[in-house]
């Protein structure tokens, strides 16, 4: 039996180290907006091998391949981000070079998948804490590496909503962990490190404004918490192990509403915690596939499921297009599809030409 309730702590009670990119912004960029890393071992290293992603500072023309990135879209699996460069590259009218077709960067990594169009990254992150950070990490780097220019981080996620009709979307003002804490620990060297959680919330402001009034559902801005599993980690009775009641489990995610809650999901508190360490503006969007106060199985059918999905997409692609419409960007990309690579020494050739149409 569960003996208590986790209640939501205030983030002004939780240890923060108060640095962010608003209040310190030299400590995050340099004056380009490039990004500036908090490690100082990777600039006296000869090169930086980002294995996960299978591409490489010495390998690699990191600069001429990803230099132009400005939205790093991620979600959780290989296909929903596969989809997503497809759909973005319609939307921003992105053309590729004649007799070419996009193609996964990271596919020798076996790990991520990753595809470019112009200056979208859409990478897939897996399942949970541990897969994102260390994505995350490569792709930070990555971003240092390129000295691209204020990148913006966005994950396009599916979770379980709170009180919300299934088909909600979900931008995230907050992130908590199972106990409740505003911050993301980390043991490192034997003693657990607390970084915040922080989201960008003029991102925030901006993504909420691309929600249209015609569209068919809502789109809701809240506390994400985000649990270190699916089953136990979010309450639910249906895991191959339980030992609370359905009570219990009520009992709880009615007090994480009350605290402002509105999803769970699994990535929010690394996600929102490592991008702010790094000073990268940052945000999640979600769909919820279900109301977990009404249940705890994800039964919708697929179509359904694959349609709900679409719905952060569609936001985050008038994100982006308005922000290059504003720029004065938009339908001026063609021919940017081949990856520049220093030497194969290491990775096989990284390139987007060589695929032809069926
Ligand atoms: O749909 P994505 O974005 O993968 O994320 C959610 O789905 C997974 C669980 O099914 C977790 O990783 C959770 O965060
Ligand atoms: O309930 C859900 C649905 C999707 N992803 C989660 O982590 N939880």
């Known amino acids: 039996m569960a003996e208590k309730c986790v209640s939501i702590k205030a983030a002004s009670d939780q240890e923060d180290d108060n640095i962010d990119l608003e209040t310190s912004p030299d400590m995050f960029r340099y004056p380009d907006g490039s990004v500036k890393l908090r490690n100082p071992h990777i600039e006296l290293m000869d090169q930086d091998i980002l294995y996960h992603l299978a591409l490489g500072s010495g390998s690699h023309d990191l600069v001429e391949m990803f230099g132009d990135v400005k939205f790093v879209c991620m979600g959780g699996t290989p296909k929903r981000m596969e989809n997503f460069a497809h759909y973005i590259m319609e939307e921003i009218g992105y053309q590729l070079p004649t007799g070419t077709a996009l193609m996964d960067i990271s596919q020798y990594s076996y790990r991520y998948s990753m595809y470019k169009v112009g200056p979208v990254l859409s990478v897939s992150h897996g399942m949970g804490i541990a897969s994102i950070g260390i994505l995350l990490h490569e792709i930070i780097k990555l971003m240092y590496h390129a000295k691209a220019k204020d990148p913006v981080f966005i994950r396009i996620g599916t979770c379980g909503g709170l009180g919300l009709e299934p088909g909600t979307v979900v931008i995230s003002d907050d992130a908590v962990d199972g106990l409740g804490n505003h911050f993301y620990s980390v043991p490192i060297l034997g003693k657990v490190v607390k970084r915040p959680c922080k989201f960008d919330k003029k991102l925030v402001r901006e993504l909420k404004a691309m929600a249209d009034p015609e569209d068919p559902y809502d789109t809701t801005v809240g506390t994400t918490m985000c649990a270190e599993d699916f089953y136990e980690g979010q309450g639910r009775c249906d895991g191959a192990f339980c030992d609370y009641t359905e009570a219990d489990k009520m ?94 020494r290491r990775f096989k050739l990284v390139q987007q030409e060589s695929q032809t149409f069926e």
Request: glycine share 8%; charged share 20%.
């Open 251 to 344: 009992q709880y995610l009615e007090g994480l509403i009350k605290s402002g809650v509105k999803n769970i999901e699994m990535e929010a508190v690394p996600f929102s915690a490592l991008t702010n360490q790094a000073g990268i503006r940052a945000a999640i969007v979600c769909v919820t596939l279900l109301n977990r106060i009404k249940g705890d199985q994800v039964c919708s059918p697929k179509e359904v499921i694959n349609e709900y999905q679409l719905r952060p997409q569609k936001l985050v692609a008038r994100y982006i297009k308005r922000h290059l419409q504003t720029k004065g960007r938009l339908s001026s990309f063609e021919g940017h599809g081949s990856m520049a690579v220093k030497s194969p």
